[in-house]
């Protein structure tokens, strides 16, 4: 399957914490989401906590790295009209649930101390920036937790593509 004809595509900019990453790379395993994550990475890819996080779903997981997130982008894109990128953030104004979610969209997480820093939230690339609702004085959710809520809420609009 190409990066193409994933229903989502899901960009982790400089992770930081090696188990989220091997949850993500098992969540992305079971709904044909594409990973892509932008250096420099947290960690090593052959860093034990990732592998025990992701279990056996390596193999199945389409994971791409890339150099940085113009690179990423420019891979996405490749063959696009536009690309939809969302990107998530405490700072967002939508509510997640909002946005009339499409095959090929772009869901943009930050890295798990900080978030996405102004200069890619800003960027002309950015759809919209999209938040989880919760509680006014709490700082952000984990971030496997959040973009599990989300790419479930976009394959939901999708009506499930190619899920049982």
């Known amino acids: 399957m ?17 188990p989220n990453t091997g949850n993500l790379i098992r969540l992305c395993a079971n709904t044909g989401a594409g990973l892509h994550l932008v250096e420099p990475l947290g960690f090593s890819l052959e860093e034990k906590a990732l ?10 997981a389409r994971v791409q790295v890339h150099a940085s997130l113009t690179d990423c982008l420019g891979v996405l894109g490749e063959g696009k009209e536009a690309l939809r990128v969302f990107a998530v953030s ?3 104004s939508v509510p997640y649930h909002q946005p009339d979610y499409r095959v090929g ?12 820093p102004d200069k890619v939230l800003e960027g002309p690339e950015i ?6 609702p919760m509680q006014s004085d709490s700082r952000s959710l984990n971030l496997s937790n959040a973009v599990a809520i989300i790419t479930y809420e976009v394959l939901r609009q999708l009506d499930f593509p190619a899920l049982i």
């Open 2 to 18: 190409t990066v193409h004809s994933n229903p989502l595509q899901i960009i982790l900019y400089e992770p930081e914490i090696p």
């Open 51 to 60: 592998r025990r996080a992701g279990l056996d779903y390596h193999e199945t």
């Open 90 to 92: 405490t700072k967002g």
């Open 105 to 116: 969209d772009v869901l943009l997480f930050g890295p798990e101390s900080r978030g996405l």
């Open 127 to 132: 759809q919209a920036r999209v938040r989880i």
